[in-house]
């Protein structure tokens, strides 16, 4: 059975994402930092820019979908190094990760955020 992770899992695309997987009959792993809603799957309490969290949810899984992020233009202004740990080497710790587990795709959506007003 072909398993997944995606991160962002509670986020508008990744609630629909493990709807998606899950009707294909993947096994799903939902990885988010705030409480997933009950879609089926897994959920996984996690942090993506915390090393041991990443490797702890690619072990296993044969593609990732990462769709978490800090998004929007508002979220960053109380903390910008809050925004670039998550969203740039938060990016880069799962990357790392999937490589070392030998996950075979690695799926990376973005927000249209990144292009401002």
């Known amino acids: 059975m072909t ?4 991160t962002g899992a ?7 994402l493990v709807r998606a997987c899950l009707a294909l ?4 792993l939902g990885m988010n930092v705030r409480p997933a809603p009950e879609n089926g ?14 490797r702890r949810a690619v072990k296993d899984v044969d593609y990732v ?8 233009s508002p979220m960053f202004e109380p ?3 809050r925004g670039v ?9 799962l990357l790392h990760a ?8 690695f799926v990376y959506a973005s927000t249209s955020s990144v292009y401002g007003d």
């Not at 509670?10 to 629909?16: L, T």
């Not at 999937?98 to 795709?105: E, H, I, K, M, S």
Request: charged residues 20%.
């Open 3 to 6: 398993k997944v992770l995606v």
């Open 10 to 16: 509670a986020g508008f695309v990744g609630r629909h």
């Open 25 to 28: 009959g993947w096994e799903v």
């Open 41 to 54: 799957g897994t959920f996984l309490h996690g942090d993506f820019s915390l090393r041991e969290d990443v």
């Open 65 to 72: 979908f990462h769709e978490g992020a800090v998004s929007s």
């Open 79 to 81: 903390d910008p190094s």
């Open 85 to 93: 740990e998550v969203n740039v080497m938060g990016g880069l710790y």
């Open 98 to 105: 999937a490589a070392d587990a030998g996950v075979g795709r």
